[in-house]
């Protein structure tokens, strides 16, 4: 597990997630041309209220992934 720390709505929070979540994280932001932050800001927005952030992280993740094979 790899704990980073990123600032999301203008406040701190760490985020822990095994290393081959952090590694499709940062290829999907460049693929996206954005920044990290910022694509973690955009799932933070839209995740569903009783779930955490890292499990949100690592559901969008999944949906891309599930998407770029279906393509």
């Known amino acids: 597990m790899e704990k980073h720390s990123v600032t999301i709505s203008g406040h ?7 290393p081959e ?5 940062k290829r ?8 990290l932050a ?4 955009a799932i933070d927005a839209g995740r569903k209220p009783a779930q955490n952030l890292s499990s949100a992280l690592r559901v969008y993740i999944l949906v ?5 094979s279906a393509s």
Do not use: V
């Open 12 to 18: 701190a929070t760490s985020i822990t997630l095994e």
């Open 28 to 35: 999907i932001a460049k693929h996206n041309k954005q920044s």
């Open 21 to 25: 979540f952090w590694t499709e994280l």
């Open 64 to 68: 891309q992934l599930k998407n770029q």
């Open 38 to 41: 910022s694509l973690i800001e």
